[in-house]
């Protein structure tokens, strides 16, 4: 089913709003012709909750919907394990309510034993909770079912990087990459990686000038371009970067949050009207009535 294909590889996409977007003309279509296809409704769930979570739409509307085609499977068909993963994925990015989501997890996990789908929602869930050493053997679950899965994959390796085991984040693209995950993506996830570790801006810069110049998933490369820019107080090529590039909203690379136009241009200013000059001392900020 192409819809799903679209669904789970959205981590690779160039815009994963417009392939979201696809899959659920796919999937209304599929549901048309057969209102019962309980498959397809859960994908719909899966998708309305992803627009939402990933802030590409993150509107009432979308919670809802996922939330109508979530149950609806689950009416069609109540011991569906692809259903209860729906309502899963829903509690998770829809409604945040991390207990029920992992309840469902667990009805779908006896029914979904070589779904690479399944372990990388259950990882997703565990690791939100504070569970990393589930979280891990769901990842790398995942990743031994399909080692060629970009969201399996790169779970895998964001939480190495999240428990500063670089090393091992860098074998998994390495893994990866050999088994036939061989795209301009992955190689410079996997050089990049040397930023997170050190922290070290040279890394970074050259890991974008090993990546095609017109490597942009998400618009993830032109944020990182920007934060370059912003840490060498160089404002005018920041915005340079920015004015450049077509897109009104930018992804981090996990797509764990958006910027918006607007709000990435007002960033700029706002860090350059507030970086001092030579021999400037910027005032201590008024103290916030409200404690962090």
């Known amino acids: 089913m192409q819809a799903k294909e679209l669904i789970d590889s959205y981590l690779d996409a160039p815009d994963p709003r417009l392939s979201f977007e696809k899959a659920l003309r796919f999937l209304d279509e599929a549901t048309a012709r057969d209102p019962k296809f309980v498959l397809a409704h859960a994908y719909a769930a899966r998708a309305h909750d992803l627009l939402y979570f990933l802030d590409l739409d993150p509107t009432p509307a979308q919670v809802a919907q ?3 085609a979530a149950t609806t ?3 069609l068909q109540p011991d569906s394990a692809e259903a209860h993963l729906s309502m899963a994925g829903h509690y998770f990015r829809g409604r945040r309510d991390y207990e029920r989501a992992q309840k469902e997890i667990a009805l779908a ?3 979904l034993p070589n779904s690479t789908a399944f372990f990388v929602l259950a990882g997703y869930i565990e690791r939100r909770r504070g569970q990393w050493q589930e979280a891990e053997n769901d990842f790398a ?17 964001d939480t190495c990087i999240l428990l500063r085991r670089y090393d091992e984040a860098v074998e998994t693209y390495a893994r990866a990459i050999a088994a036939g995950l061989d795209s301009p993506i992955i190689h410079f996830r996997k050089e990049s990686i040397s930023f997170s570790a050190t922290g070290d801006p040279e890394s970074l810069r050259a890991a974008l000038a090993h990546a095609p110049p017109d490597l942009d998933v998400g618009g993830g490369e032109t944020s990182l371009r920007i934060l370059l820019a912003l840490i060498a107080r160089d404002y005018a090529a920041a915005e340079r970067v920015l004015v450049a590039s077509p897109r009104n909203d930018f992804q981090e690379v996990d797509f764990s949050f958006t910027i918006r136009g607007r709000g990435m241009k007002g960033r700029l200013h706002r860090r350059e009207a507030i970086t001092p000059g030579p021999g400037k001392i910027l005032p201590r900020p008024a103290k916030s009535s409200h404690s962090a």
């Open 66 to 68: 996922a939330e109508a």
């Open 141 to 157: 679950a995942a990743v031994k079912l399909d080692p060629r899965n970009p969201n399996a994959v790169n779970l895998l390796a």
């Open 73 to 75: 499977a689950l009416r």
């Open 109 to 111: 996990r006896p029914g």
